[in-house]
């Protein structure tokens, strides 16, 4: 079984960037493809970025093309997300997700492990 802890989030103003974190615990995620979702008050979760086990490949919602980094560190067993010139709208609890063995996906549904997420506020 895997768990995971996000943390970095928190209260900034828009054009600021964050980083996010995502600590796995319980076994090795170096051979898992994981993810990043978001879920803002009143809406669904929605994708973020994705990154395969290599970290060599990565995918991103149109929303954050550009602006957004996902990243891994598997010997240290952790996932980040680099957000640069945030804006309002990307106010959101951020989760992280853990595909398992497989390639990178963007539904929730291919995603089996998911963390307790964290909150990001960016003010106008």
């Known amino acids: 079984q895997v768990q995971l802890v996000e943390s970095g989030g928190g209260l900034v103003q828009a054009g600021d960037s964050l980083r996010l974190s995502c600590a796995a615990s319980?076994?090795?995620?170096?051979?898992?493809?994981m993810g990043w979702f978001r879920q803002a008050p009143g809406k669904e979760r929605e994708f973020v970025a994705t990154?395969?086990?290599?970290?060599?490949?990565?995918d991103y919602a149109d929303s954050v093309k550009g602006r957004f980094t996902i990243s891994r560190d598997n010997p240290k067993n952790t996932v980040h997300l680099q957000m640069k010139d945030l804006k309002p709208e990307d106010t959101a609890v951020y989760y992280c997700a853990g595909r398992g063995y497989g390639y990178e996906r963007r539904t929730e549904k291919d995603y089996i492990y998911w963390g307790q997420g964290t909150q990001v506020t960016v003010s106008s």
């Open positions: 319980g076994r090795s995620i170096s051979s898992y493809a």
């Open positions: 990154i395969s086990w290599t970290g060599y490949s990565t």
